[in-house]
């Protein structure tokens, strides 16, 4: 993989990309404060307005291009912005409805950096072929769709030195940094067992909408303005599907629209989207992950699993993952006991027995979304998606406490900056104040570019979310992705990381996306 020549002219006006020796990451050296990052948008609309926008609001950052498959999506942001970021004038910027074409005049535009907020599927495609290219990649959770994808992002990204954020904006929550302390700390004792459940999927999946995509061969026109084919990308070829009908028999608790496929409903179909797992486990996950130094997983074994079909996902399931014992890199010395960890989706929660201090003093009740983790000493509460809300009780405790208020874990030092303490890390004030929720993930990936803010040891990097600490997250995630396709309630598959490969035929086919000609990366 090569770096073409324009760009290798702009790393070169930096001063350094430097390969660092543990775990092979990059950092990018100083820049000109002065000198605007050049910023294209892939996903212009809903999760890609709230991508891009807050990049641009550091003052830091000069939009170079568009792209969006549907210009209505495109319009619309455009009059959004209007009203988000008044007198500023966008009209002259580029427009493009195949990102292919983008990439093609990536160095006419002089693209540097661009933010991926597009269908699961398209998210390896583009950041791929982008990062090759020198260009540094905001990617939208999950990373990718696929175990082939990851590894191929994985060293896509090492071979080219470019700066990575997933966007998993609890990161840069100042709890979720702290409970990770708490956690990393071993105040809680050996730790086997973690729960994490979702109120997702909130939009169509099962096997209502396996049922009425087989009995729609035909499919619907395509809605002006959409561009089908960039819509499909790499994606096997099928007729556009506009909207269900008000008495179709298709799970839609939210009324997100009932829109078929276009927009948000893709995210239930196997194809365009990795389900509820993919959706939210890298948000109600981050913290066990990063809190138990969680690697490599062994196994998944799917519990129970309800609308099982060939077409999409599931509308609930429980999935247990297996993650390997470990050293810690936190505690030199100590080993890490294997953790199974329970992931429940579609509403389905852990039973309040296994948390009888916090139903104690909450009627019984599990809160609606969460992440437990169980030790020998102790325990943490989650409560929430991002990390919010984290709570803490001891053995010794009568109830749960918050985590900046429980006297043993205020006790545990601090190691993780806050995204707005960039000064904590001693080397350099960030340019941009990165306090508080999207603003502070968003102003991390900006402020790294110019070599600013914390440099984060546990992820070798200035973003907290760059690949040293979102790829091998994202491989459990996965792995119970697949198991979600594959396997019948007792069914165990067993993925070997440094082969690539499952225990079994049928998973093994899904390592792998299908690429459609024309669109290969």
């Not at 609309?45 to 609001?57: E, F, I, Q, R, V």
């Not at 550091?58 to 970021?85: I, N, P, R, S």
């Not at 004038?89 to 093609?104: A, E, H």
Request: hydrophobic fraction near 35%.
């Amino acid at each position: 993989m090569t770096i073409s020549s324009s760009r290798r002219g702009f790393l070169r006006g930096l001063a350094g990309v430097s390969a660092l020796a543990a775990g092979g990451c990059f950092t990018i050296g100083k820049r000109n404060p002065s000198q605007k990052v050049k910023l294209a948008a892939v996903g212009v609309n809903g999760k890609g307005y709230s991508d891009w926008t807050p990049m641009l609001k550091t003052g830091l950052v000069e939009m170079v291009a568009f792209c969006d498959c549907d210009e209505a999506q495109y319009k619309a942001a455009m009059g959004k912005v209007k009203d988000d970021l008044p007198g500023l004038d966008l009209s002259g910027v580029p427009f493009y409805t195949d990102y292919r074409k983008l990439l093609d005049d990536a160095d006419k535009l002089g693209i540097e950096a661009m933010t991926i907020s597009t269908p699961d599927h398209v998210h390896a495609p583009v950041a791929v072929q982008a990062m090759k290219k020198g260009i540094h990649v905001f990617v939208q959770k999950p990373l990718v769709r696929t175990l082939w994808e990851l590894d191929y992002f994985n060293r896509t990204a090492r071979e080219n030195g470019v700066i990575v954020q997933m966007g998993n904006q609890g990161s840069s929550l100042d709890s979720m940094r702290r409970c990770t302390e708490v956690v990393q700390s071993g105040i809680l004792g050996d730790v086997r067992e973690v729960h994490v459940w979702t109120n997702r999927p909130v939009w169509p999946q099962g096997e209502g909408v396996a049922k009425w995509v087989k009995s729609h061969p035909n499919g619907d026109p395509i809605r002006p303005g959409l561009n089908w084919d960039a819509f499909l990308a790499t994606a096997k070829e099928r007729p556009f599907l506009d909207k269900y009908p008000d008495d179709a028999d298709v799970y839609d608790p939210w009324k997100l629209g009932k829109n078929v496929y276009h927009t948000f409903t893709w995210r239930g179909f196997f194809d365009f989207g990795a389900g509820a797992f993919g959706d939210m486990a890298c948000h109600t996950m981050n913290l066990a992950f990063r809190g138990l130094e969680l690697g490599g997983v062994s196994d998944a074994t799917l519990d129970t699993i309800e609308s099982k079909n060939d077409v999409a996902y599931p509308l609930k399931s429980v999935v247990r993952l297996t993650y390997k014992e470990r050293q810690s890199k936190i505690r030199k010395g100590k080993t890490l006991p294997a953790v199974t960890l329970y992931w429940y989706d579609g509403g389905v929660k852990p039973d309040a027995e296994i948390m009888p201090k916090w139903a104690a003093k909450h009627e019984g009740k599990v809160p609606n979304t969460g992440c437990y983790i169980i030790g020998s000493k102790g325990a943490v509460l989650m409560q929430d998606d991002y990390g919010g809300k984290c709570a803490i009780a001891l053995d010794v405790d009568t109830e749960f406490k918050d985590v900046f208020e429980h006297e043993a874990a205020k006790a545990v030092e601090r190691a993780i900056p806050f995204c707005g303490s960039a000064s904590d890390a001693g080397d350099g004030k960030s340019t941009v104040e990165m306090k508080g929720f999207a603003e502070g993930h968003y102003g991390e990936f900006i402020n790294a570019i110019f070599g600013n803010g914390p440099y984060y040891k546990q992820t070798h990097s200035r973003c907290f979310s760059d690949i040293e600490y979102c790829i091998p997250q994202m491989e459990g995630i996965l792995v119970g992705c697949v198991a979600q396709q594959v396997c019948n309630p007792g069914d165990t598959i067993k993925w070997n990381s440094s082969l690539q490969q499952f225990d079994r035929a049928d998973a093994n086919r899904l390592i792998k996306p299908y690429i459609r000609k024309g669109f290969e990366f």
